[in-house]
């Protein structure tokens, strides 16, 4: 084996399983996630606000799914929709979980002019309007609407940590446990008008290019300790050999390509020359 093919080896075997099938295939022009770079969002006041409207009964189990956790509900009506902002559509959460890193120094999919936050919060939603499945959304344009926030350190985030206690439960890939009456809504920042918008992708196989992504400007705050239970789970079922933290669970950044992030608020330009500067 010469050097490179070597070095291949080696790259395919430190890889997560999840990225070795065939569905990892890198896809198109409209990939996820990407550095959103706030001097060029372009403001569209056409943008509205986010409605979000969530019944935290229709919460049904976590679930270790060998690369996340994830928080799953009752898609089969309209309990918990989406609509508004860039959307045209009523969109239904279906789940959501979160990305994060082995310290608290990076772990974010997306980043804002490269700034790189401990975790990120994904919210998945699907067209209801259009298609009858998360199943054939999934595959289609238009198909998922997903509201990402940024997860930095501070202080103890309440509304986590019910999700947080019951993290111990679920340590091993493919462990389920019911858990019910968790509002989605409490783990949205306190604005939920300032966000990025763009066409993107899943960030997970099978990548496809069916996302509506709304970033959110405001992050949550959440405590050191509660990540630190996110980093004791475990990428691993009980029955393997050699176990490995569930850490640094996220997809590497994608070129834009010629895609416009849009913004719902003027964006505030950090180190920009104030009024009256020069241009
Ligand atoms: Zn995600």
Known sequence: MDRLSAQGAERLMNLHPMWQGPLAVPGGDRQSPIDIVVRKSVLDTE??????TYDPKT????????YSFLVEYDDTTDKNTLKGGPLQDTFRLCQFHFHWGETNDWGSEHTVDRRLFPAELHLVHWNADRYSLFEEAVMEDNGLAVIGVFLKVGKRHEGLQKLVDAL??????????EFTCFDPGCLLPANTDDYWTYHGSLTTPPLT????????????EVSHDQLAVFRSLLFTSAEEEVQKSMVNNFRVQQPLRGRTVRSSFTPFLQGAPSAGGSK
């Open 47 to 52: 943008l509205k606000p986010l409605k979000t």
């Open 168 to 177: 111990p439960t679920i340590r091993h890939k493919d462990s389920v446990v």
């Open 209 to 220: 290019e069916s996302v509506t992504w709304i970033v959110m400007k405001q992050h949550i």
């Open 59 to 66: 919460c049904q189990q976590i679930w270790n799914n060998g």
